[in-house]
């Protein structure tokens, strides 16, 4: 089976989140789609929405979707007793960490492709065991214009980084089809449109601004409800 992890922070979901993950379904035959909200994402550490409430969205986005589902594999779980005592904070949840936990559950045969943009992914070479996660899974990278193979070769760990007179060529070729490597394999999927970002949203419901075509219906009636985002962040 052919399974998609889509993780992140989802404060809020929005149509482009499910732009890509309807794109990546089709192109790559996804039979299922995890969309996992981090509890404590690493590199944000606190959010504004509550997991429970970016749950709630996402459930709420993709309820009419075949084969979108939403996860709790990084949901609060009770932590050692000096964290439930308060004297603790809980554990940054690593997408390595969740990938080898996930896995457990899986049969050997599923195929897991993690769901990144362009612009996170530059950044992959930072994130905890990042040959280790490259390893795990095979990657669906949605790209956009301006980007070459090149920006998305020099972006791996260095370890698994092709040498510079390999990558060079890589320049004149925009980020589209395959970049197969030995220990990754990573899918770049061109022409997906991503009309926002969580943080734009934010700014905008903080502002009194009408985010109408940013947001699911059902997901922006929630955030009125609730009285989200009120006060920005």
């Known amino acids: ?110 195929r897991i492709f993690l769901l990144i943009g362009i612009d996170a992914f530059r950044d992959i070479a930072k994130w905890r065991e990042a040959e280790a996660l490259l390893r795990e899974c095979e990657f669906i990278v949605a790209s956009r214009p301006g980007f070459s193979l090149a920006d998305v070769a020099t972006a791996l760990p260095e370890s698994l980084r092709p040498k510079a007179a390999v990558t060079k060529p890589f320049a004149k070729h925009p980020a589209m089809g395959d970049l197969v490597l030995p220990g990754v394999t990573i899918h770049l999927l061109d022409g997906v449109q991503q009309p926002a970002s969580s943080t734009a949203i934010r700014a905008a419901l903080a502002g009194k601004k009408g985010v109408g075509r940013l947001l699911d219906p059902v997901v922006a009636e929630y955030v009125r409800k609730v009285g989200l985002y009120k006060g920005g962040s």
Do not use: C
């Open 1 to 110: 089976m052919n399974l998609g992890f889509f993780g992140g922070t989802f404060d809020p979901i929005h149509l482009g989140h499910i732009a890509l993950a309807r794109a990546a379904q089709e192109r790559y035959q996804l039979h299922q789609v995890h969309f996992v909200p981090a509890n404590v994402p690493p590199h944000r550490g606190q959010t504004t929405a509550t997991f429970a409430q970016r749950y709630a969205m996402i459930a709420l986005a993709t309820r009419e979707e075949k084969g979108f589902v939403p996860s709790l594999l990084e949901a609060p779980r009770e932590e050692l007793p000096e964290a439930k005592s308060g004297k603790a904070k809980p554990a940054a949840n690593y997408t390595i960490d969740t990938i080898r936990y996930w896995k457990k559950s899986l049969k050997k045969s599923d």
